[in-house]
Each structure stands twice: as C-alpha cells, then as structure tokens.
C-alpha cells in the first residue's frame, strides 16, 4: 500500500496532545504528533505550520510529521509565527485601566513586536473621553484606534492592518474581544462537531490560544494568510525580566528628554534636575504615561531586589 500523501497546515489550537490543523483550503483535520517529537522535545504550537499524514479520512484525523521553520515562537504565549499584537480595551463600560495597557505594551516590548492599541465602544464615547486617551498615548508611536463593534464604526481600518499577518489578541474581559472576533472570523462560533469531541479528550488542560482565521467584512474581505490568535489567561501579567535602565526605554515620548536629565544614571524618579519627570510637570508627556512608568519601576524593582534577595 502506498504511503499517505503529506499535507500541509496550520495548527489553530492543541489540547491535551491533540492539534486541530487546516489547511489553506479550509479542511480540518485532528492529529497528534509522532513519537519522535517527543523524543526530540519539540513542542508544537499553535500557528505552527505543519506537515501531516492522513490517517483516518472518514474521522479527519492525522500524525504530525514535522513542523516548518519557524519565523518566530513566545512563551507566553505559547504560540507562533506571530506578526504582531492588538490590545482590545473599550472607551467605557469597562472604563479602561491605562496602567494595565502599559504593562501589556511593556510585556509586548519585550517580545520584541509591533502593537496595535484599540478602544472599542465608540459608539457610547463623547468626544472628551476619546480626546482624552489620544492624548494620553499621543506619544507612544504606535497606531492608535477607535472602533465599534456593535455599529462597525473603525472596523475596516482595523481589518485592513490585520491582512496578510498573523496577530495575537490581548486585553481585558469586558472589551468586546469575542464579539470582534466573531465579527471578522465567521468560524469562531462555527460548532466544530466531532473536531470538538476529539479535542474535549484533553479537558485536564482548559487554558489555551487559538487561531482563527480572519475572513474581513461583509463588505471586504482579506487573504486567507490573516489569523487572530486569541489568548485567554494572558491578562494576569508578570512585568517581564529586564536590565536596570530598560524600562524607560519603552517609553517613547521620554527619549527627547532623557539626555536632558543631570544625571546620566536618571530614573526619572525624584531625582534633582530631571528632565522627563519636570516635562510631565509642564504637559509635554502625559502625567498619566509618567504615573504609571513609576509604578511599574517599583513593581519592577520589587520584582529585582525579591529575585536577589
């Protein structure tokens, strides 16, 4: 008998030792992984592309045979081939927590990707609360938008700066996250059938990412290479493992200021003669970017003086 035909695919999610993989033409396939992974400690991941062999047609199931070099892979979290990242906070109903979007642009920092920040609810912000948040990350250089979910006010923007990667969802629980994802990935609340009853084997492992593919607006669609990730759990954030002086570094609107400070060690703390600290006094970087760098550098250095102590 001749041996099966190798395909390949995406893995969207794994659970318990088993990978939900598609293919670029949309079948979906159950598979685990040959012995020699494990034998080699290779971990596969979802966004991993992957070559696989049938082995049950009629049940869609499969072996994984190799994963294909990959362009990046994150620990936390554990995924890959990541393009990059899109924060999901809302206007209002949550009001957001700006200190919590600065620990998710320091931890992001770190990965070393680009972000999008995004505000959802548009529709029940007035003009104030949206000058306000401007404002507040008017230095931060990174794209910056508004959107609804409810009304698709911002959408096509959005999905337009998604196309043709594959980026990681973050924020907090009461953003509009699923419901974005619902709106620009018709498969999310597909019901899977039998793909799901074969995943549920591996419940003891509740948390994980997922893939889906990004399909666009009624209106415009995307390439078939454009995946959401989305990452339940990832809003309980450890600062991550920085060098002594990294911190303010990720802090964009500082740098002009910087090497205006008197001490060339400066912390930006309350040290005498301290140029960013004296341009949050006057309203050149916003107070509230300035506010919480020093409390993520206490947290910070709680963290250092706990690690050493």
């Known amino acids: ?3 099966a035909a190798e ?11 088993f990978y939900d993989v598609e293919t670029d033409g949309g079948e979906r396939f159950v598979c685990r ?3 020699s992974f494990r034998k080699e400690k290779i971990r596969p991941l979802p966004g991993d592309v992957v070559r696989f062999v049938v082995t049950h047609e009629r049940d869609r199931e499969g072996s994984l045979t190799q994963i294909l070099p990959r362009r990046n892979a994150l620990i936390r979290p554990a995924v890959a081939n990541v393009d990059q990242a899109l924060l999901f906070f809302s206007v209002r109903e ?20 680009p972000t999008l920040l995004c505000f959802n609810k548009s529709e029940i912000a007035d003009g104030d609360e949206v000058e306000t948040i401007r404002e507040i990350y008017r230095g931060a250089g990174l794209p910056l938008l508004f959107v609804s979910v409810r009304t698709g006010e911002g959408l096509p923007e959005l999905v337009s ?14 953003a509009g996250k699923s419901s974005f994802i619902n709106a620009v990935c018709p498969s999310a609340a597909a019901e899977t059938g039998e793909l799901s009853k074969k995943l549920a084997r591996g419940k003891n492992t509740t948390r994980h990412s997922e893939l889906f593919r990004v399909a666009g607006l ?33 802090y964009p609107e500082f740098m002009p200021y910087r090497d205006r400070c008197r001490f060339a060690s400066c912390r930006h703390l309350d040290e005498p003669g301290c140029a960013v600290r004296e341009a949050a006094e006057n309203g050149s970087v916003s107070d509230v970017r300035y506010r919480n760098y020093r409390q ?13 102590r």
Request: proline content about 7%.
């Open 218 to 250: 009624a209106d415009e669609r995307v390439s078939p290479h454009t995946w959401l990730i989305d990452t339940p759990g990832f809003t309980a954030l450890e600062l991550p493992d920085m060098e002594e002086g990294t911190l303010d570094r990720h």
């Open 94 to 113: 949550p009001d957001p927590s700006f200190l919590l979007a600065d620990r998710y642009l320091l931890f992001i920092a770190e990965l070393c990707l």
């Open 161 to 174: 700066l998604l196309a043709d990667r594959t980026t990681f969802l973050a924020g907090p629980s009461g």
């Open 33 to 35: 992984p040959r012995g």
């Open 7 to 17: 395909l390949i695919g995406t893995i969207l999610r794994g659970v318990g030792g």
């Open 296 to 308: 993520l550098y206490g947290k910070w250095k709680e963290l250092r003086d706990r690690k050493y």
């Open 1 to 3: 008998m001749a041996e």
